[in-house]
């Protein structure tokens, strides 16, 4: 089982100077997080270099003793490519910009329409043997589409990364509003969560903070009043910030879910570690639920 329960996601670094990107590593480092999360698009690679600029110039750090993910099949302005050729160009693009001789992980970032399932087997056979991937998974599929993939690709698929926070929450949703009429109990992922727990796949959840389309940040929200007086009352509760309450939810949901964050900054970055130590109770779970406008029959 995954012992990493928080990610830093990398996307939101492209724009911000070497220093602070340094900043925000040491600060994920020195709290015991080693886990990094890329994709080829962030930034037009442009994350992915300054990551490494960040790290050949932080001495304190070797490659074995961090952990990095990055994704591609997301062919920018044009389409989604899980072609062979697309994926090991991509991948030796993003090792490139990394400056590393492998990735720990390789996720395919989201479904090809025209996926043929045996190229993606062949491209992760090459890229296993090359030693370029140790571990591969993908983010934002259905179970039918990780079952298809599996039914040819020799090695495991460890994880799915999906959108899930306190307000973005279908993954629970429908599953307790089944055999209702209601919004909530549409099952638009096919039971992902349930299939991800069956069969050993964890879940990393993307944009933890974020309400529904790409509105921004729900903490301080006016548009989450009532979420986020429960938030501030157990932040004042556990003594750490209404963030650390928000990730801790998460954290509390028994398949062992990664948060991945996407903060760019080290202070933030250090209250949201601090939710590893805190367990929500049962009843506080549901309350944020709740509060975020969600029903339960
Ligand atoms: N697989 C996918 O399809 C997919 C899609 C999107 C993202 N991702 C991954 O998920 C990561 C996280 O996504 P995200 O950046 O949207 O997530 P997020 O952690 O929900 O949002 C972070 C953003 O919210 C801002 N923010 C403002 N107030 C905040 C508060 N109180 N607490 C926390 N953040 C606050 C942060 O600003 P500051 O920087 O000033 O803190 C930052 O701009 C990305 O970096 C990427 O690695 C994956």
Known sequence: METNRIIVGCMRISDKDVQSVNKLINAAIENGINFFDHADIYGQGKSELIFAEAVKNNSGIKREDIILQSK?????????DFSKDYIIKSVDGILQRLNTEYLDILLLHRPDALVEPYEVAEAFDELYRNGKVRKFGVSNHKPMQIELLKKYVN????????????????????????????????DRDGSVLDYCRLNDITIQAWSPFQMPNWQGCFINSEAYPELNNVLNEL???????ATAIATA??????????????????????EII????????????????????????
């Open 235 to 241: 932040a004042g509760k556990y003594g750490v910030s």
């Open 72 to 80: 591609c099949g997301i062919r920018p302005g044009i389409c989604y």
């Open 274 to 297: 601090s939710a590893r130590d805190i367990k929500i109770t049962r009843e506080e779970w549901y309350r944020l639920y709740l509060a975020a406008g969600h029903i339960l029959p």
């Open 155 to 186: 090695q495991p698929i460890l994880y799915n990364q999906l959108q899930y926070s306190i307000p973005v929450s279908n993954l629970v949703a429908n599953g307790l509003e089944v055999n209702m009429t209601s919004e909530g109990s549409l």
């Open 249 to 270: 939810w998460i954290l509390r949901h028994p398949a062992n879910i990664q948060v991945v964050t996407g903060t760019t900054n080290a202070d933030r970055l250090k």
